[in-house]
């Protein structure tokens, strides 16, 4: 391709509203462009990069024996409703209604579409297991679109569902999927990590992210250097601190603590570890015909909630923070002052694995201005519910008892479920069995962010100058820079015949022969992140030579001009090959 036969919109400054380096690279490269708050224009160099994407996706999921549909964007509302989540699921559910006043949605995904035809098009056992996927444009109604593509509102996404007899099946079926997924990251040239994940809305039994790893990552990824365990933080496992609880040593004493409200200045006031005090929170749980239900939440001073594991608390999957009123009623103080001492009967005391094996620790007395010291459980209160309630930090002892966990950035590009019968239960997907019996098929479900891998792979290889991207992402794997291409026939004869035996030998290369200045040129394609650029100039052809160089390189190489094809294809073969 000529670059005058192609659209360049590069741009020397960044839009205001671009906060994250994807974002501001992806708009001045020329690669997309702002429509509205989360929407974007892709623009051909963009599109190009999405569509090298998706044939290796494609590719492998053939291989995997997925089969390609297409399902529409815009999906009824009465199969929502059949599985409850056209009630369930929030805002960020575009719903919308035709002429008619029949509701409608723009899909987010499409567990309720699949199941619908999968129920539909498969009677019999014979005819499982199958795999559907789709590269499909999605829409979630994003609060605060951000960070580009990366949090955008519209985007497209590889969605795959998997159908089988059993939950044996699906674990095959699971391991196959995870395997097809490991390869497409790796031919895309990413440094990417599998972590336990948990499910979320979509629900399920099992998952597992994949996170592209980026110092700009959205999520925390906690993971142990000596083995194999890899987490999101929202599942990470985190172990007791303390192996085994210490008898009571102190008395339990009510100490004035005035105006200290959080633990590390009662610690400070106290002059006591940290790590010796314990914070109370009170949540409320709605109930429809009775009070809120009421549960204190009890974690170590220097830790961290972690809202989803807390979700999991019996009764407490859909919680909010007690209000004042009931904070009153149930401890007869304010939020700086609560303790488990003394609370109402009706309160469910729930500690982390740490705090239950503390013993003479300090926490709220209940009482404005005083806190308790030497409380120790079984004593002065009754023993807790103990679960695993807080956020992993770095240091902690790993759960496969293979050292510690340290934690990284990553920015989630696909998510593979174990979905079970959750959907095919609820809208009666049933195949019959081999005794002629009806079952509920078991299901799984495979994601992947198209788009948002362009931003993720940017996030992870950009310079001062532009993008670098992986050779099997790059827009173009070859540029041609010839000088004054419009004024020299020989360095114009040199540069067409190398451009047309490239193409020849099947690089995806590009000449520019705009007859730009050398360093607008050169600015140009290191900013869109080409990854090897040959420049052909009169003083190099006085003695028959063309400099070569690779987009991280610190310096050209000078290449005989009769060797440059070899050497540019040997290039780009090595580059192929590093991501197989």
Not at 123 to 131: D, E, F, T, W
Not at 536 to 564: C, W, Y
Request: charged share 25%; proline share 4%.
């Amino acid at each position: 391709m000529k670059a005058s036969q192609s659209f360049l919109a590069t741009l020397k400054e960044a839009p205001s509203d671009a906060e994250v380096v994807s974002h501001k690279l992806m708009v001045r490269a020329g690669l997309i462009r702002k429509l509205s708050a989360g929407i974007y224009n892709y623009l051909p160099l963009g599109l190009k990069v999405i569509r090298k994407v998706e044939n290796i996706i494609r590719e492998e999921m053939n291989r995997a024996g997925a089969i390609e549909l297409l399902m529409p964007m815009i999906q009824p509302a009465e199969l929502w409703q059949e599985t409850g989540r056209w009630e369930k699921m929030g805002p960020e559910l575009l719903r919308i209604k035709d002429r008619h006043d029949r509701d409608f949605l723009i899909q987010p995904t499409s567990e309720e579409v699949i199941t619908d035809l999968a129920r539909n098009e498969i009677k019999s056992y014979k005819q499982l297991p199958i795999n559907f996927y789709q590269i499909q444009t999605k829409f979630r109604d994003e609060r605060r679109p951000r960070f580009g593509i990366m949090r955008g509102r519209e985007f497209s996404m590889k969605d795959a569902y998997s159908f089988d007899r059993d939950v044996e099946g699906l674990k095959k079926s699971y391991q196959v999927m995870f395997d097809a997924y490991t390869r497409i990251f790796q031919r895309m040239g990413l440094k990417f990590r599998a972590v336990t994940a948990d499910n979320g809305a979509i629900g399920g039994s099992g998952s597992q992210e994949f996170h592209v790893i980026a110092d700009t990552g959205e999520d925390a990824i906690v993971y142990c250097p000596n083995s194999d365990y890899a987490a999101n933080l929202e599942a990470a496992e985190s172990l007791s601190l303390i192996l085994e609880r210490d008898k009571p040593s102190q008395a339990m004493t009510k100490v004035a603590t005035p105006d200290q409200t959080h633990c590390v200045d009662v610690a400070k006031f106290l002059n006591v570890p940290l790590e010796k005090t314990v914070k109370s929170l009170l949540f409320a749980a709605d109930q429809e015909k009775s009070a809120a239900k009421l549960f204190m939440v009890l974690l170590r001073g220097d830790h961290e909630l972690n809202e989803v594991k807390a979700s999991k608390i019996p009764g407490m999957a859909e919680s909010r923070f007690a209000s004042e009123a009931e904070i009153k009623q149930a401890c007869n103080t304010l939020a700086g002052y609560l303790g488990p001492v003394g609370v109402q009967a009706e309160v469910t005391i729930v500690a982390d694995r740490t705090v239950a094996n503390m013993s003479d620790f300090v926490c709220g007395a209940n009482e404005a201005g005083h806190h308790l010291t030497g409380v120790n459980f079984g004593r002065d209160l009754p023993e807790p519910l103990v679960m695993d309630l807080r956020n992993a930090v770095a240091g902690d002892p790993s759960p496969d008892g293979k050292g510690v966990v340290d934690i990284c950035r990553g920015i989630e590009v696909g998510h593979v479920f174990q979905l079970g019968t959750r959907y095919s239960e609820a809208m009666a997907c049933t195949y019959l069995d081999q005794q002629g019996k009806s079952q509920p098929m078991v299901m799984g479900c495979y994601g992947i962010g198209v788009t948002r891998l362009l931003g993720a792979a940017i996030e992870q290889g950009y310079d001062d100058r532009g993008i670098i991207w992986p050779i099997s992402m790059a827009p173009f794997e070859v540029v041609i820079c010839p000088m004054g291409y419009d004024k020299s026939e020989a360095v114009k004869l040199a540069a067409d015949q190398l451009h047309h035996e490239l193409l020849a030998a099947g690089m995806d290369v590009v000449l520019d022969d705009r007859g730009e200045r050398p360093g607008a040129m050169f600015a140009d394609w290191e900013l869109i992140g080409v990854p090897f650029r040959v420049v052909v100039g009169d003083r190099g052809l006085a003695d028959a030579q063309v400099e070569f160089k690779g987009r991280t390189d610190a310096e050209s190489q000078n290449i005989p001009l009769v060797e440059i094809k070899e050497k540019v294809i040997a290039a780009v073969k090595a580059a192929k090959q590093l991501v197989l």
